[in-house]
């Protein structure tokens, strides 16, 4: 029996056939189905062909590596996108943004729900034409595997959990591994910043913080017990997204900043969706109040919320 099986037993859910988180990985891997994108149009060189290559290589390390023990299909390849747009190049030296996006489909709909909406502005790394992208486990091979290996296991990670309680917390270690191997390393752009702030280890180490178990619970019943019955009990699933949403408030603020920014970042748009039109359930009666004091950043945004 394979993995993606063995959880449509533990679900019972025929819509567990259309996941495309539980998942794919032939001989050679191939958990994820990611668009990359390597954009220089801001440096002023006639050796595009560079950027050319990485683009392919560093799409080839994403999608062609083994990145876990599972086994999937490959219409259930996580979808993903990588850009990089590089801001200097010289010396074989790149300084680049890398904004990452990853989805999950919603059970019985043709839409899929953003599970991570995010930019990067620190990433550094070596790089020549043709110079092998490789990952290793517990091993540090270059700047730029790290990175990609990092923000993998972290989606890897937010998937699982969309699926069942907890079940990200190994893709988040192995995360939380690989940023300190590079920052042992002294690679570039691996500090560990102010609560608040974008960092990758400040992300991980809020993830796996056990006083954020909270987040997990509610993230998890976002999915499950809300999103996923949107299609066919729309009152069923607004009711589990504000009760979910609600969970968020239990967190402990100093200690999942960035955490709940990076959620909020992804569901914005999508909670003023649900809520802004549609049948009224009881739940949401104060939720405006409550994402206000969750993410005030976002007040515009939940003023739209009837």
């Given at each position: 029996m394979t993995y993606f099986a063995k959880w449509k037993n533990i679900f019972k859910h025929t819509f567990l056939a259309f996941i495309p988180l539980l998942w794919?990985?032939?001989?050679n891997g191939q958990e994820f189905r990611a668009q990359v994108t390597v954009d220089a149009s801001q440096i002023p060189t006639s050796n595009l062909s560079v950027f050319k290559t990485l683009e392919k290589d560093w799409q080839s390390l994403i999608n062609k590596t083994r990145w876990t023990d599972r086994v999937f299909e490959s219409n259930e390849r996580i979808e993903c996108s990588f850009l990089l747009s590089v801001r200097k190049y010289e010396n074989n030296r790149i300084e680049a943004e890398l904004s990452i996006s990853s989805f999950r489909p919603v059970y019985n709909s043709t839409y899929k729900t953003p599970l991570l909406l995010l930019s990067d502005k620190k990433v550094v790394f070596s790089y020549q034409e043709y110079q092998p992208l490789t990952f290793t486990d517990y091993q540090?091979?270059?700047?730029?595997v790290s990175i990609t290996a990092f923000y993998l296991y972290m989606i890897l990670g937010y998937d699982f959990d969309s699926f069942k309680n907890?079940?990200?917390?190994?893709y988040f270690e192995k995360a939380q591994k690989v940023a300190e191997m590079a920052a042992g390393a002294g690679a570039a752009g691996w500090d560990l910043e102010a609560a608040g702030k974008f960092s990758r280890r400040r992300w991980v180490q809020e993830v796996l913080d056990e006083n954020n178990t909270m987040?997990?619970?509610?993230?998890?019943?976002y999915h499950r017990r809300g999103l996923d019955f949107?299609?066919?009990?729309?009152?069923?699933?607004?009711?589990?997204?504000?009760h979910a949403l609600q969970q968020l408030?239990?967190?402990?603020?100093?200690?999942?900043?960035?955490l709940l920014k990076l959620f909020f970042d992804a569901k914005s748009d999508e909670i003023v969706r649900i809520f802004s039109g549609g049948p009224r359930v009881p739940a949401q009666q104060h939720l405006p109040d409550v994402l206000m004091e969750l993410a005030p950043y976002y007040q515009a945004k939940w003023n739209r919320i009837k």
């Open positions: 794919a990985a032939t001989l540090y091979e270059n700047n730029l907890g079940a990200g917390k190994p987040f997990h619970t509610a993230f998890y019943n949107m299609a066919d009990d729309t009152r069923k699933g607004k009711t589990g997204i504000a408030e239990k967190l402990d603020r100093t200690r999942s900043q960035l």
